[in-house]
T-cell receptor, first 115, second 114 residues
């Protein structure tokens, strides 16, 4: 079974530039998550989709971050404009979905460096 | 509200020695609890999970964890550390009334010395 695919693996941009990350979840997984992991910290949920609807985006800085999940499959996360403090690893995860317990499978992440 | 606290951001163990990583949670409803491992430049991999069945949970790579409701703890142990156990470990919680939202602790970096 193929895992969660993310691209690119690494990205370096200057502050105020824009950047986009892509995620392809495991086939059949209804729930998709984007997490931000700042160096030395645990992952923090940015946004959670159930199919193509948003379940939770309370921690998403909506003035600069946006995410979409077209057709309930692939997802993109965009930052525009980027700030230095956005330097982090962005992890995508997916799970079968539904309420309660459902194991989340993580991609390898995209490491963003903002200079 | 819920939170996860991992005691100790760095742990150093000798090869062959006991690995003990501490995790305490706070939750107003019964939680599901998880331990994930992250190797350098990799995503997170599930080690084990507690889902209100047996309180002693066995996971992959010889790890196990015990859920203690009275202590609100879910500590991770491995009897004998191996060099390949060097990684970062995260404790996480899901509320049973949530939609699978994982809340992570800050992580514990494990270093294994020969």
């Amino acid at each position: 079974e193929a895992g969660v695919a993310q691209s690119p693996r690494y990205k370096i941009i200057e502050k105020r530039q824009s950047v986009a990350f892509w995620c392809n979840p495991i086939s059949g997984h209804a729930t998709l998550y984007w997490y931000q992991q700042i160096l030395g910290q645990g992952p923090k949920l940015l946004i959670q989709f159930q199919n193509n609807g948003v379940v939770d985006d309370s921690q998403l800085p909506k003035d600069r971050f946006s995410a979409e999940r077209l057709k309930g499959v692939d997802s993109t996360l965009k930052i525009q404009p980027a700030k230095l403090e956005d330097s982090a690893v962005y992890l995508c995860a997916s799970s079968l979905g539904g309420q309660g317990i459902s194991e989340a499978f993580f991609g390898q992440g995209t490491r963003l460096t903002v200079v | 509200a819920q939170s996860v606290t991992q005691l100790g951001s760095h742990v150093s163990v000798s090869e062959g020695a006991l690995v003990l990583l501490r995790c305490n949670y706070s939750s107003s409803v019964p939680p599901y609890l998880f331990w994930y491992v992250q190797y350098p430049n990799q995503g997170l991999q599930l080690l084990l999970k507690y889902t209100s069945a047996a309180t002693l949970v066995k996971g992959i790579n010889g790890f196990e964890a015990e859920f203690k409701k009275s202590e609100t703890s879910f500590h991770l142990t491995k009897p004998s550390a191996h060099m390949s156990d060097a990684a970062e470990y995260f404790c996480a919680v899901i509320r049973t009334d949530s939609w699978g939202k994982l809340q992570f602790g800050a992580g514990t970096q494990v270093v294994v010395t020969p």
